[in-house]
């Protein structure tokens, strides 16, 4: 079955499971009857609201995105400012028609930030026939087309041909307009107002109801012609829209734009794929979101919330996105409690509490930029995420409801996060525990290795590091684990270590290594071949030492006075 106001002609994506007999017929091309009089049973009278001398349309010659959209922001404040002149020079015997309301005060039929479209279906043909001149127009294959000007209130009418069954079809405003049951809705004549800056775009949007088709090329002009379909409610113009302008390369200043779009239009979902596009293009721009810190700090509410919901953010550790992520609030938020607000309600569910150091953890709990309530609450699911099984913590991972904000979910961090448990007596004491999966393992072949975040012991800042090297001989490669300590002053620390790992059958904890050795800044202690076997043994697939795809290790660290 047609719902009433489906787009027919509108090709559905694959999940559409069903199929009408019409949508089986959606290429054809109807452009032929486009502007013609013998394939028309109305005539489309557009009032066009001349704009000040300087107010162009958004996209006209416009060289950039940057300049489509400062022009589009002054249009917009110049329509705010002529407001009264698209509804006042109306007759009595009008009648305003909306989307949803049949009768109301100000005409306003479907508005988004530019214009309000609005509608007027004249009382008989001979009541509200204009002075046309019949002449040749660009916007249509015959010479149907005619436009009068009054001079005096510098109001330019054009007059279109078309037909209704293939507007209704297509729009969902004109379904509403040709088809609401009332008697002024057989009328032969329908009159809309539109600002100057829009008739090129009108134009290219009723072409494209009958052949599925647009002259506009540019991005700008796309973007006129993308507003001017959420205005008229022609969904499947939006989307191809959005197909052409994924098809221009992206720009920092498109993608801005393009996420901007929710807010702008009411049909957000039919540019969502757009939207999404421009997600994607600024998550992998700041990928090495360090090596950008500077652009990352000057992007906009909506561009770094696009470059935090990546899972594959370069970064450090959560540790130092959290940081940044305060350091970009102070930025754009001075006020506190302005601050307060974003941070709560739009950012901080960006950040991946549970993969934070405990040391990081502790200041959280004390930051005056977060909610005293909303801090502990991420703290104690932090904690608790830690304390799961990896089993239990990939299955949170990927938990439907979680996987809306990811925060459980790992980035690529560039320290592995590690699992710490400290002692105080009888001896300071730290269990650390640290997982690499299989593919991570395999990419350190033939000389490569992964570093832990770090940890801390006496007040001192400790790291393991894993690495792909050859043995004592220099023979073959294995697989080596090494700790060390962070440079940091002149401080010595003896330490007594032990390396273990978990290993078939049992699967527990077995120990592989141990000793002991005063540290100094930067030095670091291991053993080469921590498992005695050949790189290309340890990495089989049936080793011992992967559990389900995972090298579980162990170090134990304890300083004796």
């Known amino acids: 079955m047609i719902l009433p106001g489906e787009d027919l002609f509108d090709p559905r994506s694959d999940m559409d499971s069903y199929v009408s007999p019409v949508e089986s017929r959606l290429d054809y091309d109807f452009s032929f009857a486009f502007n013609d009089s013998n394939f028309s049973d109305r005539v489309l009278k557009i009032e066009i609201v001349a704009g000040l001398p300087d107010v162009k349309s958004a996209g006209d010659g416009c060289s950039s995105i940057t300049e489509w959209a400062r022009n589009r922001k002054r249009r917009r404040e110049d329509v705010k400012k002529d407001k009264a002149v698209e509804i006042v020079g109306q007759s009595e015997d009008e009648l305003a028609l909306t989307c949803n309301i049949p009768d109301t005060e100000d005409t306003v039929a479907y508005e988004n930030q530019d214009v309000e479209a609005v509608a007027m279906v004249e009382g008989s043909t001979t009541d509200a026939q204009l002075d046309f001149h019949q002449r040749g127009d660009a916007a249509g294959p015959s010479s149907d087309s005619s436009w009068s000007m009054d001079c005096s209130t510098g109001l330019r009418v054009k007059s279109v041909h078309i037909s209704s069954a293939i507007l209704a079809a297509k729009s969902l405003f004109f379904h509403e307009l040709f088809l609401n049951g009332i008697k002024e809705s057989a009328q032969r004549d329908v009159t809309i107002q539109i600002h100057a800056s829009e008739e090129e775009a009108?134009?290219?949007?009723?072409?494209?109801?009958?052949?599925?088709?647009?002259?506009?090329?540019?991005?700008?002009?796309?973007?006129?012609?993308?507003?001017?379909?959420?205005?008229?409610?022609?969904?499947?113009?939006?989307?191809?829209?959005?197909?052409?302008?994924?098809?221009?390369?992206?720009?920092?200043?498109?993608?801005l734009l393009y996420l901007d779009l929710p807010s702008s239009i009411l049909m957000a979902e039919a540019a969502q794929p757009l939207t999404d596009a421009a997600k994607k293009f600024l998550s992998v721009r700041y990928k090495d979101i360090y090596k950008f810190q500077e652009e990352v700090l000057r992007l906009?509410?909506?561009?770094?919330?696009?470059?935090?919901?990546?899972?594959?953010?370069?970064?450090?550790?959560?540790?130092?996105?959290?940081?940044l992520v305060l350091k970009w609030a102070h930025s754009h938020y001075p006020k506190l409690e302005e601050r307060k607000e974003v941070l709560a309600k739009q950012l901080v569910q960006l950040i991946r509490f549970p993969y934070m150091t405990c040391r990081k953890l502790k200041k959280v709990l004390n930051c005056n930029d977060l909610h005293p309530e909303f801090a502990s609450k991420v703290v104690l699911e932090a904690l608790f995420f830690k304390a799961e099984t990896p089993h239990r913590q990939h299955a949170l991972a990927i938990d439907v409801p979680n996987a809306v904000n990811r925060r459980f979910v790992e980035?690529?961090?560039?320290?592995?996060?590690?699992?710490?448990?400290?002692?105080?007596?009888?001896?300071?004491?730290c269990v650390v525990y640290l997982d690499l999966k299989r593919e991570e393992c395999a990419q350190l072949f033939p000389t490569g290795r992964v570093y832990s975040q770090a940890f801390h012991l006496g007040g001192?800042?400790?790291?393991?590091?894993?690495?792909?090297?050859?043995?004592?001989?220099?023979?073959?490669?294995?697989?080596?684990?090494?700790?060390?300590?962070?440079?940091?002053?002149?401080?010595s620390f003896a330490v007594d270590y032990e390396f273990a790992a978990r290993s078939k059958p049992t699967e527990g904890y077995v120990n592989k290594y141990k000793g002991n050795y005063t540290f100094t800044g930067g030095k670091a202690v291991g053993y080469r071949n921590l498992f005695s076997v050949h790189w290309e043994a340890f990495m089989e697939d049936d080793s011992n030492y992967f559990i389900n795809g995972i090298l579980h290790l162990r170090a134990e660290l304890t300083i004796r006075q």
């Open 300 to 323: 906009p509410l909506a561009g770094i919330e696009a470059v935090l919901s990546s899972d594959y953010l370069q970064a450090a550790s959560e540790d130092t996105i959290y940081d």
């Open 411 to 429: 980035r690529a961090y560039k320290y592995r996060p590690v699992k710490v448990v400290d002692f105080e007596l009888p001896h300071q004491q």
């Open 202 to 255: 009108l134009m290219d949007l009723l072409n494209f109801m009958y052949s599925n088709n647009l002259s506009a090329s540019r991005a700008t002009a796309l973007l006129d012609v993308l507003l001017a379909a959420d205005k008229f409610k022609v969904a499947s113009c939006m989307r191809y829209c959005s197909k052409l302008l994924r098809n221009i390369p992206m720009t920092c200043e498109s993608a």
């Open 460 to 491: 001192q800042g400790f790291f393991l590091s894993a690495h792909c090297n050859m043995d004592q001989q220099g023979t073959y490669h294995c697989f080596g684990l090494f700790l060390g300590m962070q440079e940091k002053g002149s401080a």
